[in-house]
């Protein structure tokens, strides 16, 4: 089964700006609705960001990022992307992709993100 592989992560100062990448290889990825995930250390992993399949990439962004993230993705890559600014300590988190709300993707590895001074 297909294993996403997330990068971009890394260490950055608070205020500052990240955009992190999926690739999911197969041919399932254009007809899913794909979204990015975290799990910060001590918690459960919760959706970021969704963006739809269709033309319209209708996105929709959890209250934690609204205002600070960007979801998009190119099909023709299998890719999917989150750009966010505007950093904060409590974005400190492992980040993922998947389908949503159904996840057809086995769990990647992730990308590290820390947010510290």
């Known amino acids: 089964q297909v294993q996403p592989v997330e990068s971009g992560g890394g260490l950055v100062q608070p205020g500052g700006s990240l955009t992190l990448s999926c690739v999911a290889s197969g041919t399932l990825f254009k007809y899913y609705t794909m979204a990015w995930y975290r799990r910060a250390p001590g918690r459960q992993r919760e959706m970021v960001a969704t963006?739809?399949?269709?033309?319209?990439?209708?996105?929709y962004y959890g209250d934690a990022v609204k205002g600070r993230a960007t979801i998009s993705r190119d099909n023709g890559l299998n890719t999917v992307y989150l750009q966010m600014n505007s950093l904060k300590p409590e974005d400190t988190a492992v980040y993922y992709c998947?389908?949503?709300?159904?996840?057809?993707?086995?769990w990647g590895q992730g990308t590290q993100v820390t947010v510290s001074s």
């Open positions: 963006i739809s399949r269709d033309r319209e990439r209708i996105t």
């Open positions: 998947n389908s949503h709300p159904m996840t057809i993707y086995n």
